[in-house]
Structure formats: C-alpha cells, structure tokens
C-alpha cells in the first residue's frame, strides 16, 4: 500500500519553498488551522519570499499576539525545503521553547532540542534552542571555529535574545568567589584614590556601593588580571560559572573591557559584542531577527554584527491595528494629590474580582504592597508557578518585581496592570550608565523602552484587553521629558493620546471617577471598544528602521581597537566628541580617552581631565581635579527658587512631577547611596539653597554641601543604607573630616553646620562627634518629606508668587535656622 503522506511530505521537502504554500499544504496541521492564515501573517510570508528569500540579514517587525512564531517557523521550513539547512530557531528563554515545539507540532512541522539530533544536521527537523546555547564560551557551535554550520537561523523576540547575549559577553565574579579579593586587592589604591570612602564602604560590605575601574589602571594590570581569570577558567563551580562559561568569549577583548566593583561582585564587559568569535552565529549566510516593534532598532545591528546599509526597512504588515487594546491612566496626571496609599487601596479593592499584576523595580519597592499582595514573586520558579495561576483563575493582587519583559500575562491573567516606579536598570553597567548618562537622549529611550515593555505583559494579541496604571513621580516625570512621546511605538502613542484625552475629560477627579472610567474597559462597554478600535483604525507600522549614528560610529571605533588600530578609533570617537555637549560629550570624551591610552598616555590624561569637568560621574583622573567653590550669591532663597523652577520646568504641573520625584528617592534604603545624595541635592537646589556633591565632583569633602548665600552652609554627610541603631565611629570621622575640609576652603564662613543622616541619633561609645553636629533620623526625615509634599502642592498652586513662596518658606520650616530647628535633632553621646 502506498504511504501517501510519506510521499506527501517528501514532495514537499524537494520542491515547494513559497511559505504559504507550504502551510496550505502541509498534512497534518491541527483542527486550529482550518482557517487561513491570518492577513498580517500573508502580507509579511509574501514580502519575505518576494524580496528577502536571498538576503544575508533581514528584520521583521510584528505586535506580540500577530503569530510571530508561526512565520518564524514557515520561514525556516521554507529554507530546508530549498536545500539551505541546517535550520536554527533561537529563542530568549527555555519557557518559549516549549511554547515554539507546541506551535510545530500543531503544524506538524519536526523540530528537535538536541543540537546533535541528526536529523538536524541533515536538515529534516528545525533546531529549537535559547539564546544562551549558542552564545556562550563552551558552545556546541563552536568557539573561534565552526564545529556545526547553520544555513539558516531566525531569532525571536530579538531585543531580549541581544540582552542576553550581551550578558554573555561579560564575567561576573561573585563575592564568594577567591577571585575577588584577589581582584579587589589590585585595585585597592585605585579605588582609594578615586574615593576614600567608597573603599571603606567596599570593604564594610556596603550594599549599592560600586567603583568603576579606570581604563588606564585596568589596561596597566592586565597582565596580572588574565592570569589570574586563566588560573580558574576550567572551575565550574556555582560560584565560577560565569568565568567558566563566558571567559572564551572575552578573553581576547580583555584590554578593551570595563571592570566595575561593587560590594557584591565584580563585573567584567565588554561595549560591543565580538560576536564573530561564535562563526556558526555570524557567518549563517541567513539570518531572520523577528522582534514586537521597538523604535530604536540600533543594538540589533551594533551587537549582532549587522551592516547597517543592508537592511535599510523591516519587513511588517501594513497595518498595526492589530495591537491589543489598552486604557491607559495615569492617576497623578489626573489628580496630584492622589496619593500611593490611596492607590494601593484601591487596587487591592479591584482586585477581589480581577486578577491585578503590579510590576515594581526593586524588591525594596515590593515591600510597600506586602500588606495588599497575595502573592509577592521573587523566585524565577515562583514566576513560572504563578503565571500559569494567573492564566488558570482567580489570584488577586500579584507583584513582580523587575519583570519587565518576558513574561505574558493574556485575557483573565491580567485584565488590570499597574507599574509601580520606574523600571531600574539591571546590572552595575546599566546603573552606572543611567547615571552618566542621565539626561542624553539615549537615556530618555532606555526608560521609555523599558516603560513599554512592561505596559505590553497585560496585551499579548489583538482580541486581548487591559487596563493599565502608570504611577510613581520618578515614571510620570519620564513621560513628560522631550521626545519621550516620540520613543514610544506608534500605537503605544496613539493610546497614550486616547488615554490622556480621557484622563482630561476626569481632570482633578477622585479614584471614584477613575474607577467609573476604567469600567468602560473592563466591562467592555461597546462605545469604548469602538473609540479604542477607531483610534489605532490607521496606525501604520514604520518598516524604516532607526539606528543611533553615534553608537554606530562607536561600533566601528571598537572594531578597529579589536584589531590594535587605535589611532584610527580615536579619530572617529573624536569626531563624535566634536559634535555633542554636556554629559555625553564628557562620557564619549572619556572613550577617547581610553583607545588613546595605548599609544600616548600622557594626552589621554588631559582628555580624562576634561572628560571629568563635563561629567561628574566618570572616574577622576591621576592628577585629581581641583575643587571649585561655590558662590556664595546675595540672592534672596525665594528668588533662587523661583528661578530654578521657571528655568527647570516647563508648566507647574511638571514641576510638581519633578520635585516629588525628587522627594520620593529621600528614604533610607541600603542599595541607593547615589541616587540618595543626588536626591539630597535636587531638594537643595528646589529650596533655594546653592547645592553641590563635592566628595562626587571632586573627590573631596563631603556628601553634600547647602549654601545659603547668608554666610551659613550645611556639611552633609548622608548614610541612608545605614542599618545599625548607632552611628559608627568611622562615619563620624567622616563627617568630621568633611568640617575640616570645609574650614580650609571657606575660611570666612563663619556659620557652618555639620549634619548627618541616620535613622539613629545615638554616636557609639568610640566616636567624638563635633559639638554643632546635628542628625537627620528617620523620624525627621518622615516629617521632612511629608511637609515637601504639602509644600510642592502649595508653591504649585500659587504659580511662583513670590510673597506667597516666602510665606509657605517660613510656614514650613525650610529657612536656614528654622530648617535646623525643625528637622534635625542633637546628637547622642555613646556609652560604654
């Protein structure tokens, strides 16, 4: 008897490679695909196979929910068909592998997990692995060689596969590991010469204290640093896996790489991926990189070793109407004085009937729900276990923490998700770039990226619906800086601009308007669903892909330092420098300075010099910077206050934004000293003091130093991660050294209080605190931010009328004297 479907199925391999054909033709598709394919699925196969079936590289842009996976799939089956396997199918997580091997036996498509399946290799079953199988120091793939060649290969949800990827390229030694004492004692004096305190905060163990090695102190102990990273390569042990796994990938970029320290780990990365040391990865002669709309599309050609000028557009259907649909709200826009608590509230009471998912940046931030949360997930086991609840019935209230992307949460799972903060940058890197960078345009992306990402776990197709709350100051305040609408994707603005609509239209109201609002959603009212489908009726995807020209021509810079080209790299950064300002400019001049570091060093100090005087957050340089006083201007406080604002904000509405985001970083948590001194002197200058950071901009001093233009200054000294009910004997000779400081370069000043912040107001027994010293404890520091916010309400509402700003100055304790009076406390002596 004839086996038709053999003969079927071997027709099919040897001649039909049109992918819609081939899904027409395929024999044993599941009941599912009755229907045809879907209209966005025919519009990208057809374009695909009419103008990209030859080509090297090629990027297909479709909402989450538009059946990415099954062209992925068809695609690569289209190439076997043709003779061009072996095929690959590369995913971010092992989670979607499952989800992928579900979709290709629906299809009856053969797919494979074992990279050694001959049936792979010959090219009659689709390799289905995460990004980590192929990108990592002990691939199967090979290293350096090609031990497997792969004709052809798509990657999905490509953006968070390069996230992975760039984790890959770099080695993180825990503080467990004998490496990092070794590591750390080379670098000791470098660390104390960039900050004698950090390194006593190192060494103390202290939690979110990190130190940016310097390149010319890296490059000159390089030697030491292979030797040692060499010694434990073949050590897999848990506490070595990193080097164990990702030390072939680095080791030949060693001299080009960052190394930043923290009091947990030590991280080595690299800017740019060397991708070409994986050859089955970088020469497959077709690569398909498939990713939800993202507007930036620049990492995917820098790190995956793309030629910018060949893929000039991505493939995409006509329309992008089909993204799921979403109200979106933003409480504190509608009403400022809606306050945290309140909205915790309300979405507890929400969610006794909706399964509501909160997505917070730090566990610290989680900890403000635990008296709501039914579930708080810290674990990735836990993450796996709780979503497939969520997707079975009814939870509740359900916070994630730093889960931004990655997960899908459709339909029941997630009918109201709220995002709680900004999304924090994940590893010592993207923190210390976050900093540097605060402010460029580069940044600005990052944040929105991240913002959208997470507004996207609650819509994973187009019949899918969610409510979705954006709070927290420091987000709301994100949304308002310039060309942030422009970050978004299209459809994202245009239900950011429906959703603000609305907002306006309940301008000022209570959580009861909120509620009666998002109903329409919820309860799918027909006239919403209509304005909603309306709304995004014309959105168009925008095939023109976007990529950053700087970081391009960073790109390039860092292939020529690869291959010792040096001069030629500094050429190109230096044009860059050339062209930008401010913070950035000082960052890239800092890159200057390092691929100039190693043919003349002597020029590469004066641009660290001048790199630092442009960005306070790089590293000093040998010679140190010398400190520049502040001006003790005549100015009244209300004058300088009034003046920050109109010249920092735009409206009073984006002031408020601002300031309370601001007032939201002023708390005592253990991993955010930066983000606390920094905060400390936002709220110097907000209040009309002259506010600066000299121990940051000069390595000298202390924390932070308030003028009050009057002949007085504040000395501060702030420990916010301090966990101890008394203050040590080390902080108070910091402080103490900080007045000295001051006395010698403010000789006149003859009104100076030094002050520290602590939760406690005690000294141990072995500290000799200064007589004047006053304490801003946790109690205080409560009531100081309480009264800001009632201030920030106050000088909003009175537009910056200079009377009423000088009476709300004195109604809330924020003059020189009564500031002390009210918000700090005198010390107490330790005992034995």
Known sequence: ???????????????????????????????????????????????????????????????????????????????????????????????????????????????????????FETGEAILVINIHKIINGRSVFGINEMRKHIGCLVVDDAHACMKIAKSQFAISIPHSNSLYNSIFEIFRDTIKHQSESRLLELEDKDRGVQQLIPFWDWQEKIADITKLLHSQREDNSENNSSLFYNWALIKDNLSLSDCIISSEEIVINVDFLPIEVIPSFNECPRRIFMSATIEDDTVLVSHFNIESTSVEAAITPKKANDIGERLIVIPQEINPEITDNELKGYFKSLSANKNVVVLVPSEYRSRFWNDVADVIVKEQRELIRTTQRLKDRHVGLVVLINRYDGIDLPRNACEVLVLDGLPDARGLFGKFEEVALSGSRQSLIDKVQRIEQGMGRGVRSKEDYCVVFLMGNSLVKALYAPDAKNAFTEATRKQLELSRMINKEI???????????????????????????????????????????????????????????????????????????????????????????????????????????????LPYPISGIAYSKVQFINASQVDRIINFNTSSYSSTNEYVLGFKAVVEKLQFVNYSANNFEQAIKDLGDHLGFISQRPENEFNKGPDNLWATGENSAFIIECKNEATTSSISKKYCNQLNGSLVWFESHYPLISKKIPIMIHPYNRFEYAATPHATTRIITKEKLEELRGNLGAFITQVASCSYDKPTVAGLLKSFYFEHDSFIEKYTVEFEAGSK
């Open 1 to 119: 008897m004839l086996n038709f479907e053999k003969l079927l199925n071997d027709a099919l391999n040897s001649s039909v490679t049109n992918p819609i054909e081939i899904f027409d033709l395929l024999p044993n598709k599941n009941e599912k695909y009755k229907a045809l394919l879907r209209h966005p699925q025919v519009e990208v196969l057809e374009e695909w196979y009419d103008t990209s079936f030859n080509e090297d590289n090629t990027i297909i842009k479709m909402n989450t929910g538009s059946g990415k996976t099954l062209i992925g799939l068809l695609i690569l089956k289209s190439y076997l068909n043709d003779g061009k396997g072996p095929a690959v199918y590369i995913v971010p997580d092992n989670y979607l592998i499952e989800q992928i091997f579900r979709e290709a036996n629906d299809l009856g498509i053969k797919v494979t997990k074992d990279p050694n399946d001959t049936d």
């Open 507 to 617: 301008e000022n109201g209570e959580l009861e308007e909120i509620d009666a609002t998002i109903k329409y959603c919820l309860n799918r009212d027909p006239e919403w669903v209509t304005l909603h489908n309306a709304t995004i009726l014309k959105v168009k995807y925008n095939p023109k892909l976007t990529f950053a020209n700087d970081t391009l021509e960073q790109k390039k810079a860092f292939d020529l330092a690869k291959n010792r080209n040096y001069q030629k790299s500094s050429q190109i950064i230096q044009e860059l420098v050339n062209k930008t300002s401010g913070k950035t400019k000082g960052y890239l001049k800092y890159k200057l300075a390092r691929y100039t570091n190693f043919y003349n060093n002597v020029a590469a100090q004066e641009m660290v010099i001048n790199s630092k005087n442009l960005n306070s957050a």
